[in-house]
């Protein structure tokens, strides 16, 4: 919950519970209607920070508590105009809530300057649309750390089954910066009973940062394999508009390092936006070893920047085009890395074919790494049927407002599968966007 979001719900508190400072307005109703409107606050409360219940959702089921519970409800004015109210809200939940493909083509269509779309067939790209345009890539940066893990390993400078202490991957854990990925993880190798004296296989620590996107898993393995090493990687897989890694957890605390108790939130996204990108990368790895060393423990850092502050973090995450992650999605596809690599490389991120049983009926590879925040969507993908067409599609959506993210992201997975299985779909994309 934002700031407003709070400040309403106190609101609703302060004046449910003002008139009861009167001594007239105390009578058993009034008091029992307050108490109910604290109640239901409260549970509001609860239902967003403890079950991650929507904001948005769990304010339009208090609001038909509160028509329950209201006796004035169950007059024919007032059922009328309820009942009005709920198809309008049911109507608008329909078109919101169905399946609407066409609503991100027409996202990526009405908006050239903040999206990308790269689209190959069997070798041949057929929509490469605004895909030279270099783009956050939120966690979808995250194939390129796995492609140079795979060939250290195809090279035996890592051997996969080694150990790793949970304690080591811990200094970079940071509570409430991931959307709970690091501890989806970490209950799935419990569940898994693959947590042996508190230590998990490296693979594993890579299969989190790949299947579960676990940003502390990530920053182990970046350190782990060299910053140099991976940048190095990029360039010599030919991605030649891709910018330089740094650690993602330790630019989450980039802000509380250079703020000053008396800079508000403006004079620090002042302050950020000054910061050239070889400074706000230095930074970072000088606070990531920090995290390594202990100096700053990850546990005792409070996670909270405003809206504003993320959208800094968010602009400045690692960048590429469409076309980069395309070529790599084709070495990947195409087995181009070398056996152990590629083997490596395809285990790590076809966790579609392993998590979801019917892949199998229409696929024999799939493959994708996605990245999000709050103002980014971006997905690589590559797949194979069992006729051998392959298909590599990569979209990079950045600038989004909150209804056009909750939107874009509702019907992606219709958009990716309709993109997939529909060649005719595929050429009404490509005519859409491309004019063609």
Known sequence: MNIYAWFGLTAVVVLTLLPLLSKKS?????????LLNVAVVFGIIIAVLVFNVNYLFALLVAFFIFILFDKKTYTKKRLIIYGSIILVIGIAGFAILRDNPEYVLNHLKDNP?????????????????????VRPLASTV??????????????GQLNKDSSVPLADLNRYYLKKSDGGAHEEWLKA???????????????????????????????????????????????????TQHEDVYPIVSAVLIPNQIKSESMNDKQLIKKLEAMSMEE????????????????????????????????VWSDRLVGASANDYGKLLTIISNDELPPIAAETMRDLLEWPMQLYESNHDRYVHLGAKGGSTAFILTEALYAENHKGDKVEIVFMID??????GML?????????SKLLGSEDFRLEVQRELMGL
């Open 26 to 34: 105390r009578t058993k109703m009034e008091i029992r209607k307050a």
């Open 113 to 133: 300057q903040t999206t990308s779309l790269y689209l190959a067939e069997n070798g041949v790209e057929l929509i490469t649309y605004q895909s030279d345009v």
């Open 142 to 155: 995250k194939i390129l750390i796995a492609a140079e893990y795979a060939m250290q390993i195809d090279a």
């Open 189 to 239: 190798m419990q569940s898994e009973d693959k947590i042996k004296n508190n230590e998990v296989t490296l693979h594993d620590v890579a299969k989190g940062m790949a299947t579960y996107s676990s940003n502390a898993n990530t920053d182990y393995l970046i350190d782990l394999l060299g910053i140099s090493a991976i940048n190095e990687r990029a360039k010599t897989l030919g991605l």
């Open 280 to 311: 706000y990368r230095t930074l970072a790895e000088e606070l990531s070893e920090q995290m390594k060393e202990g100096t700053i423990k990850a546990g005792d850092v409070t996670y909270g920047p405003s809206t504003d502050v993320q959208k």
């Open 399 to 404: 600038d989004l407002d909150f209804w056009q």
């Open 408 to 416: 874009v992201r509702k019907n992606m997975n219709s958009f990716e």
